[in-house]
């Protein structure tokens, strides 16, 4: 039986620069997924089924509910939290 491991990114904090950019990361996060999905064939639909390739979250990042918002922010912030954890240093450009 699989048992994830992620690693624990809970001691990792994130900057105020960061945490003001989390719905433009989520945002573009859903954007690629649903890119994606599109580029293989799905399109929106009421329901999921993976047979008719329909998904409900097939809309724009703003018409998606608070649950599946939440899903796409904390993805991202995983990530980011994860680089940060292994050393990477996150720096705005000029």
Known sequence: ???PKPQDTSGVALSQEILEMTEQIAKNTHENWAKNK???GWVYGKELDDDKKTHPCLIEYEKLSEEDKDYDRTTAMEAIKLLIKNGYKITKGV
């Open 1 to 3: 039986m699989y048992i």
């Open 38 to 40: 599109i580029e293989d």
